[in-house]
């Protein structure tokens, strides 16, 4: 009795030992790092744990004049490294793609395969197709939305524009599009699974030590979603896998001239092709609606900006077909409107960080040491006095155009930022652009817009990317 009793307390108190052993190794590992940056200034919180981070996002406020700014990070030789932050951007637990790859060579080695399908240069007709959507978008708002002075038919704008963008990227991924627009309707559900998965993910992602546990296998397994599930991203996965399916399933599918026939040509296998296409989906398709709704928020409540605009518009002869991207980009208050849109709300915020060389960076004067991550926040730089001016916070897009030589090309530099720079750039720019330019010239052509609730434009809310409803407009077609 009295050797077992012996035996349970060094077991017992080697428990108790391991503990504490693990609670001073942790704390010892954090006084470390706090002690490399610790002539910093921040919030006390942020110099011991990732709650700082999480909290002030979820509170939605907006910290600018806090940050230090270089264009390095991301230029091809700067010999900083991709974050473990952009493993919590997967799909699924066992697949990466292009977005969240952290390895450099791996990283560019499929930015190379995917790089042409996201180009648009191996799609047949890509103007035509987007020309198609935006006609479709027109035909629905002129068919069911139209007000006059006696008659009010509120219309969800932040909606449609999440409509027209799905509906273009699925067409341009699949060769078929999804239908939101023709229906006028959330088809399966999607926007709703979107919501639920970006809480999930922006959690993921700013927590390390929960991306590191759901990078276990049989953790994983449990806790990530399934493409069986009813709800968030398990059946955003689902539904785009049988997308990838019925692709598969058609004869030729790696000669057809779409983004996923594209990428088979390219060596992508069909199972990695679902974590691909789930980026191009969820990420081409919000960030670019958030762009639509935010330029046309701004417009619509600027006087000024809309007369303007309208005006340059108006001065383009008429025609039936949609414009095309070539005139669009000649109209130079159309082109101003569109940079300071995306410039003013950037349609993300995620701060994408990068990991200093191990031998350390100078930036400004200031040594960083290696290892140490650095993020960009790309929603303050966008609003810096130094870059923009006094009127920084001003939506003004005159500014493109009265600025010229340095002033200009750093206000250039500042806006790339919100399309990623270098090897991160965002690969579905030019699609976006071109989506852009065409639909702004077309809504403005054919009618007004007036918000019904100036006190209350939108339902607008930030985990990274923009979840963004209730855009309530009254619309009248022009003569």
């Known amino acids: 009795m009295v050797d077992l009793f012996l035996i349970d307390a060094v077991r017992y108190g080697n428990g108790y030992m391991l503990l504490l052993l693990a609670i001073g190794g942790f704390l010892i590992w954090e006084w470390r790092s706090y002690q490399k940056l610790a002539s910093f200034k921040g919030p006390f919180m942020a110099k011991f744990s990732n709650l700082w981070i999480c909290y002030t996002t979820n509170t ?44 450099d060579e791996a990283h560019q080695k499929r930015r190379a395969q995917v790089a042409i399908g996201y180009s648009g240069k191996e799609i047949d007709g890509l103007e035509e197709l987007v020309d198609k959507h ?3 978008l027109i035909e629905l708002i002129t068919k069911r939305y139209i007000s006059s002075e006696s008659y009010l038919c509120p219309m969800d704008l932040a909606r449609k524009a999440s409509f027209f963008t799905l509906d273009v990227i699925t067409d341009i991924a699949f060769g078929s599009t999804w239908g939101c627009i023709s229906q006028d309707a959330d088809v399966d559900g999607w926007f709703e699974a979107t919501d639920q998965y970006m809480e999930v993910a922006f959690w993921v992602g700013s927590f390390p ?21 009813r709800t968030g991203a398990g059946r955003l996965i689902g539904m785009i896998k049988s997308a990838m399916e019925k692709h598969v399933q058609t004869e030729g599918h790696e000669t057809k001239k779409d983004m996923m026939g594209s990428f088979f040509r390219r060596g992508i296998s069909a199972s990695v092709a679902v974590s691909e296409a789930s980026l191009a989906t969820i990420a081409g398709s919000d960030t670019t609606a958030t762009a639509i709704r935010a330029t046309m928020l701004f417009a619509i409540t600027n006087p000024h900006v809309y007369r303007k605009l309208q005006a340059e518009i108006d001065s ?3 025609k039936e077909t949609i414009i095309s991207e070539e005139q669009a980009k000649n109209l130079p208050y159309l082109q101003a409107t569109i940079k300071e849109g995306v410039r003013i709300w950037p349609p993300t915020t995620s701060l994408t960080s990068k990991v200093t060389p191990q031998e350390g960076d100078t930036i400004n004067g200031v040594f960083i040491p290696g290892g140490t991550e650095i ?16 009127d920084s916070m001003l939506f003004n897009p005159d500014r493109w155009l009265r600025a010229s030589g340095e002033e200009l090309e750093s206000m250039e530099r500042s806006l790339a930022l919100v399309w990623g720079h270098g090897k991160n750039q965002c690969l579905g720019k030019s699609i976006a652009l071109l989506e852009l330019n065409k639909v702004f010239f077309e809504l ?24 963004q409803k209730e855009m309530f407009v009254k619309v009248t077609a022009r003569a």
């Open 60 to 103: 939605k406020k907006q910290y600018l004049d806090r940050y230090i700014l270089t264009f390095s990070v991301n230029s091809a030789r700067s010999g900083y490294k991709r974050s473990t932050w952009y493993l919590g951007n997967r799909f699924q637990p066992d697949r990466d793609h292009v977005f969240s790859i952290i390895d």
């Open 134 to 136: 935006v006609q479709k």
């Open 209 to 229: 030590v929960v991306n590191r546990l759901l990078r276990i296998p049989f953790i994983a397994k449990a806790m990530l979603p399934s493409d069986k599930d």
């Open 316 to 318: 383009v002869p008429r």
């Open 375 to 390: 993020g960009v926040c790309v929603w303050g730089v966008q609003r810096d006095k130094k870059i923009y001016g006094d």
């Open 444 to 467: 403005f052509k054919n009618f007004d817009f007036t918000l019904i609730d100036p006190s209350m434009p939108w339902n607008s809310n930030n985990i990274g990317l923009w979840l």
